[in-house]
């Protein structure tokens, strides 16, 4: 079963523009990350938040993390055609063992050149 | 290339067959996960290896799917008699991992996708 959401479930921006997703779940965790995924390369890892952490950055994607909202954000700036993909955020329940991720629905992102 | 790697890259299969599915990991690492993925949705956990133990597995995986890891290497995922709900984009995924230590992410291959006609 998928742990939360991702809002919105698509976005289209211009090149240039800021692309900013959320990310709901459900039960406590331990880490939470976010991946991308196009057809060419299949899903990557983009960057990881623990549960004691409140901000990531990382290039040009800065993560968030409210853990007593049970919510995360991923922000993209100055997006490029290249970011065109599906955003997934999963979370982690525990470090000891079988890191399995639980993942949300997806944001498909689209850059307009 | 030393990334996740898997075999074969599409499977099409009449309903009823058998269909095995191959994996390799980046070499140095001791998990290794299997997780399905249909069309419009995240990732779903399949089961998971420590080396050559299987330690969990969901309930999505039914008596007809069966998973292994001789060696602590490449890992099979096996579908008998399978049938059209299990048409879906089969993803290997790795990382190093141990008790304790900080948490890692994980490596995805590219995935198998099964059409099961």
């Known amino acids: 079963s998928q742990q939360g959401e991702e809002d919105p479930q698509a976005l289209s921006i211009q090149e240039g523009e800021n692309a900013t997703m959320n990310c709901s779940y459900k039960t406590s965790i331990n880490n939470l990350q976010w991946y991308r995924q196009n057809s060419g390369r299949g899903l990557v890892h983009l960057i990881l938040i623990r549960s004691n952490e409140r901000e990531k950055h990382s290039g040009r994607l800065r993560v968030t993390l409210d853990t007593s909202k049970k919510s995360s954000s991923l922000l993209i700036t100055a997006s490029r055609a290249a970011d065109t993909a599906s955003y997934f955020c999963?979370?982690?329940?525990?470090?000891?063992?079988?890191?399995?991720?639980?993942f949300g629905t997806g944001t498909r992102l689209t850059i307009i050149p | 290339d030393t990334g996740v790697s898997q075999d074969p890259r599409h499977k099409i299969t009449k309903r009823g067959q058998n269909v095995t599915f191959r994996c390799d990991p980046i070499?140095?690492?001791?998990?290794l996960y299997w997780y399905r993925q249909t069309l419009g949705q995240g990732p779903e956990f399949l089961t998971y290896f420590q080396n050559e133990a299987q330690l969990e597995k969901s309930r999505l995986l039914s008596d007809r799917f069966s998973a292994e890891r001789p060696k602590g290497s490449f890992s099979t995922l096996e579908i008998q008699r399978t049938e059209q709900g299990d048409s879906a984009m089969y993803l290997c995924?790795?990382?190093?991992?141990?008790?304790?230590?900080?948490?890692?992410?994980?490596?995805f291959g590219p995935g198998t996708r099964l059409t099961v006609l």
């Open positions: 070499s140095e690492h001791n998990r």
């Open positions: 995924a790795s990382s190093l991992g141990s008790y304790g230590r900080a948490p890692s992410a994980q490596y």
């Open positions: 999963a979370t982690v329940k525990t470090n000891f063992g079988n890191e399995k991720l639980t």
